[in-house]
């Protein structure tokens, strides 16, 4: 069975298609102010992704095919059980392959492109990094070849990801069934991964599915609408900007390093992270309490309490409490 590993090209034209159908809704509803600016710049990094997308694939085959020589088992495509397999390494892998992007500032200075975006779009999507497999992100599938998955179907599976992703990001579709949202990436929850609310950051890396958030503690409820974007806007639509707006600042950064501990931890620690303090990291943020937490007055705090009481069991202190927020 020969395996289509160029199934995103094929795909273009209905994300093209979707796109402008979105985009006449959301300017008809006037919820799209920056229609031509944000589609253009989404555009443009899409394009230079699908130029270099030749060399990064092939230098993800060559590597993919030189772990599968050295395989230790066998594992042919042509079984089903290879493949259900296959899509749940593949989905576990996303996951850190994600989270660490997040995490690790040298990664993340490729992945901050795609949350760069202020306004959220099935355009979005089309908002890529030039440089996320240059940077080495395709390595996390490297454990997968040498157990014996086909480079093919490893590529297949990667390609079916994507695709899946591309109608997360909107804001035209509201909550899905509850089974839905307990298992699957949803655009609820892929609405709280691009927020910049310090609550959404680092939350939801889920690929197709959104257990292995639940499973290492990464998961967030869309408990009110997200600020789109960086916790500090870039402010330009300029493609080449946005490309190097993370990078220009790792490189300001590192030529300021006093010694080399602060030279590793510019490069490799969690962004934010400052010698000085004067920037913080995600964590960093997240221990410190909102100012109005103390009363209850923070809208996504109450929020939040609310969703917990529903899920816990009826009481006379749950009433008294409900009455309250």
Known sequence: MKIDTNIILHAIPAFVLLIIIEAIYLVKEHRFTNTKKDILANAGLGLGFV?????????????????????IFDLPHNLWLAWILCFIADDFTFYWCHRMSHEVRFLWASHQVHHSGEFFSLSAAFRQSWTSNLTGGFLFWVWMPFIGFTPAIIMFMKSLTAIYQFWLHTETINKLPRWLEAIFNTPSHHRVHHGSDVEYLDKNHGGITIVWDKIFGTYQEEIHTPKYGLTKNIGSYNPIVIFLFEWKNIFKDLRRSKNVREFINYLFNAPGWSSDGKSKTTKQLQRKPHKDCSSCTNTSCTKQM??????????????????QL
């Open 51 to 71: 130029i270099l997308s030749p060399v990064t694939k092939g230098i993800n085959l060559i590597v993919y095919t030189l772990a599968y020589e050295h395989r």
């Open 306 to 323: 609310m969703l917990q009481l529903q899920s816990s069991p009826d009481t006379p202190i749950k009433s008294l409490l409900k009455n």
